[in-house]
């Protein structure tokens, strides 16, 4: 069991506005910034958002990070087929001392 | 552009140790620092550890007792290294780098490797 708590998938059409949730606790979410990666399976993981909501360059602006309190949100926006992949969640746990993930969301596009 | 690629054994007996190693193109291994994750089928992401360029370790307390990450500058490479392994350790290892932000004093994964499954089995 993941320390922090995705939904197990999410769907969503072409063109459709699609959020994933992220929950965590006051030692995790709470207290540090959120990351989130894009992983299609058999390929390396892309980094999405990192610090909560910056995109690193190339990432389109279609996708937007929030954080509040304990728990983050990863948008989508004009849901595209090629958004179809899982996402992860990621931060510091600050009890654990250890990076920590979501179990992941698994996304298809209809 | 940076480039990741793991290699290393895809079977692995029961109790014997895992070596994975990272080789690491398109950049120096130097001030950064380097990290070992896996999946485990049908699971999420879990960090095992990482090291800096200058040999200091983190590692995950879940397998602290376990786990050996080292480096290689003058091969720009690292490894990992897990020893006594079960079924549970059978997994899909990814290499990745990660990077201080200067400006937002963020850690982040930005470069990964594709993965490489090592299944642990008689």
């Known amino acids: 069991q993941s320390v922090l708590t995705q939904p197990p998938s999410a769907s969503g059409t072409p063109g459709q506005r699609v959020i994933i949730s992220c929950s965590g606790s006051s030692s995790n979410i709470g207290g540090n910034t959120v990351t989130w990666y894009q992983h299609v399976p058999g390929t390396a993981p892309k980094l999405l958002i990192y610090?909560?909501?910056q995109r690193p360059s190339g990432v389109p602006d279609r996708f937007s990070g929030s954080k509040f309190g304990t728990s983050a949100s990863l948008a989508i926006s004009g849901l595209r087929s090629e958004d179809e992949a899982d996402y992860y969640c990621s931060t510091w746990d600050d009890s654990l001392k250890a990076v920590v993930f979501g179990g992941g969301t698994k996304l298809p596009v209809l | 552009q940076v480039q990741l690629q793991e290699s290393g054994p895809g079977l692995v007996k029961p109790s014997e140790t895992l070596s994975l190693t990272c080789s690491v193109s398109g950049g120096s291994i130097s001030h950064f620092y380097w990290s070992w994750i896996r999946q485990s089928p049908g699971k999420g992401l879990e960090w095992i550890g990482y090291?800096?360029?200058?040999?200091?370790?983190k590692y995950n307390p879940s397998l602290k007792s376990r786990v050996s990450i080292s480096a290689d500058t003058s091969k720009n490479q690292f490894s990992l290294r897990l020893s006594s392994v079960t079924a549970a350790d059978t997994a899909v290892y990814f290499c990745?780098?990660?990077?201080?932000?200067?400006?937002?004093?963020?850690?982040?994964?930005?470069?990964w490797g594709q993965g490489i499954l090592v299944t642990v089995s008689s």
């Open positions: 610090n909560n909501n």
């Open positions: 090291i800096y360029d200058t040999g200091s370790t």
């Open positions: 990745a780098r990660r990077t201080y932000d200067e400006v937002t004093g963020d850690y982040y994964f930005d470069y």
